[in-house]
């Protein structure tokens, strides 16, 4: 199984950008997919959306599960960033608006296999990708 987040780069801070998760090795469709983020050099500020085991060093920022509609994003882009899969269940979006710059990250996509909604995630089962660095800088 390999996770790939793709679609970072640099923006003006007040932009938006769209970050884009792709698998091999599993359908996206059928998985509880978070998205998540480091900081460069910086320490995790906070959990993110509340789940059973949040002991990754990243921040969770948003979750989509797979055996229900209901979404979760962590407090510190609620209102500000979306997340969505597409009609064929491939690719998982992270929609980000109004970026600021303390969004500045590495952002990664992964999933626990074992989770079949976002609360019972577990960071330790989690399978990650390659992050894609976000920088809002004017």
């Known amino acids: 199984v390999q996770l790939q987040a793709s679609g970072g780069g640099?923006?003006?801070?007040g932009g938006s950008l769209r970050l884009s998760c792709l698998a091999s090795g599993?359908?996206?469709?059928?998985?509880?997919?978070g998205w998540f983020r480091l900081a460069p050099g910086k320490e995790r500020e906070g959990a993110g959306w509340p789940r059973d085991d949040a002991t990754s060093e990243r921040e969770g920022v948003?979750?989509?599960?797979?055996?229900?509609?209901?979404?979760?994003?962590?407090?510190?882009?609620?209102?500000?960033f979306t997340i969505s899969r597409d009609n064929n269940g491939s690719t998982v979006y992270l929609q980000m608006t109004n970026l600021q710059p303390e969004d500045t990250a590495v952002y990664y996509?992964?999933?626990d296999p074992i989770a079949e909604r976002c609360p019972e995630w577990g960071d330790g089962r989690a399978?990650?990708?390659?992050?894609?660095?976000?920088?809002?800088?004017?």
């Open 109 to 111: 996509c992964a999933t």
């Open 10 to 13: 640099l923006v003006q801070p």
């Open 62 to 80: 948003a979750c989509t599960s797979a055996k229900s509609d209901a979404t979760y994003f962590a407090n510190s882009v609620k209102g500000r």
């Open 26 to 33: 599993i359908t996206l469709r059928y998985y509880t997919i």
């Open 127 to 138: 399978l990650w990708g390659q992050g894609t660095l976000v920088t809002v800088s004017s």
